[in-house]
């Protein structure tokens, strides 16, 4: 059985500041792991994915996210953060053998002061 | 290439009616995955259907049920409606069944059940 903890709930950063979203997963095999975002009323964006290539991943947006595996977490980062960046954040897990098949956190909603 | 696009965008239904929710799969995408995202929590995989035919279910009763078509448009049936069912109801489709394949996610039905 795969998991995925989502430390805080709610993320209060100022403009211009560092984001740091929390992601731990649970997977007794190799994991693939996944961000997305959800603005309101809208459905998930894929921000970046981890597939066993490089374990620092970038994607859109300038966000990125490192695969540690001895801490089984996948942190989500942008160095400063915008006022668009405000939505909902959720990291989910897969595996080879469920393709498709994500089991997600439970979100981090992430505000951006002005 | 159009998105993925789902019908209707809200829906409310009464305890015990049955409601079903379609599906429209990006171009060139041949498989399917639903999720329910219950309010303040992550999507929860329902099942995902490749070329017509379900290929895995999570933890959800038999009263949900599915189909996709040979033009792999998709739609998700939901028997004897209970409260709990209330949720944003997400449908992601993807080009097959490679773990690395993206998920492109549609904006999802709300669907209210009192």
């Known amino acids: 059985a795969q998991s995925v903890t989502q430390l805080g709930s709610h993320v209060s950063v100022s403009e211009g500041a560092l984001v740091l979203l929390r992601c731990n997963y649970s997977?007794?095999?190799?994991?693939?792991l996944f961000w997305y975002v959800q603005y309101p009323n809208q459905g998930l964006q894929l921000l970046l994915k981890?597939?066993?290539?490089?374990?620092l991943v970038k994607g859109i947006n300038g966000f990125e996210a490192e695969f540690k595996k001895s801490e089984t977490s996948f942190h989500l980062t942008k160095p400063s953060a915008h006022m668009s960046d405000a939505a909902e954040y959720f990291c989910?897990?897969?595996?080879?053998?469920?393709?498709?098949?994500?089991?997600f956190g439970d979100g981090t909603t992430l505000t951006v002061k002005p | 290439e159009t998105g993925v696009t789902q019908s209707p965008t809200h829906l409310i239904k009464t305890r015990g009616q049955q409601v079903t929710l379609r599906c429209s799969s990006q171009s060139g995408h041949n498989t399917v995955s639903w999720y329910q995202q219950a309010l303040g929590q992550g999507p929860q995989f329902i099942f995902q259907?490749?070329?017509?035919?379900?290929?895995g279910r999570g933890n959800f009763p038999p009263r949900f049920s599915g189909l996709q078509f040979p033009n792999y448009s998709s739609e998700l049936n939901v028997n004897a409606l209970e409260l709990d069912d209330s949720a944003l109801y997400l449908c992601a489709s993807t080009r097959g069944t490679n773990p690395t394949d993206t998920q492109y996610f549609g904006p999802g039905t709300r669907l209210t059940v009192l």
């Open positions: 981890y597939t066993s290539a490089a374990t």
């Open positions: 989910a897990v897969s595996d080879q053998e469920n393709a498709g098949k994500s089991t």
């Open positions: 997977s007794s095999v190799p994991p693939y």
């Open positions: 259907y490749y070329r017509e035919e379900e290929n």
